[in-house]
């Protein structure tokens, strides 16, 4: 299948598992998609904006309200060319803003201005994945249409073994090509 043609918008928010998002835009940019990368300030600490600029070939944004961005509103603007946006990793408090309909990052404004399918892969420490909290934030998500990948159990950061890693990259790929491929 090719992706010539299709926006996709990848939010990347702060978890160890950022480093994985790489090989997720990587695949798409492969298939022929056009990925614009947007970063939370967080998720800077786990994985520099260069190396998805690299992977992308685009601008990475990190600042909504930064002078330099392409446009006044980013998240409008990219919000409706996407034609899919993935939220990966997406830490617990993605997940809470997600679910509350909280926008103060570009991730989570890009969320709200998008109307292209969402697709979101938690990771996070298994004691946060299994939370009462979290698990009502996820099916809040599911109701409202968002497809979610994983969480999955394995190794974590931490050390523990446990409920919380964030699906493959591979997984979350093949889960991006199946929803590009829905009808509009």
Request: net charge neutral; proline share 7%; charged share 20%.
């Amino acid at each position: 299948m090719s992706l010539q043609g299709k926006v996709v918008v990848v939010g990347v928010t702060g978890g160890i598992a950022a480093y994985k998002v790489g090989y997720v835009v990587s695949g798409l940019r492969k298939e022929g998609a056009e990925v614009h990368v947007l970063m939370t300030e967080s998720a800077t600490r786990f994985v520099g904006p260069l190396t998805f600029r690299a992977l992308s070939q685009q601008p990475v944004l990190t600042d909504m309200w930064d002078p330099e961005n392409p446009s006044a509103e980013p998240h409008v603007t990219l919000g409706a060319r996407a034609d899919l946006l993935i939220i990966a990793p997406a830490t617990a408090h993605t997940l809470a803003k997600l679910a509350l309909g909280l926008a103060d990052d570009l991730v989570t404004a890009t969320a709200l201005a998008t109307r292209a399918p969402i697709l979101v892969a938690p990771a996070m420490s298994d004691l946060m994945s299994d939370h009462p909290t979290v698990r009502a934030h996820l099916d809040t998500l599911r109701d409202r249409g968002v497809r979610i990948v994983g969480p999955e159990y394995g190794r974590l950061a931490s050390g523990r073994e446990g409920m919380g890693r964030m699906s493959e990259p591979e997984t979350i790929l093949r889960e991006a090509l199946r929803l590009l491929a829905l009808p509009a």
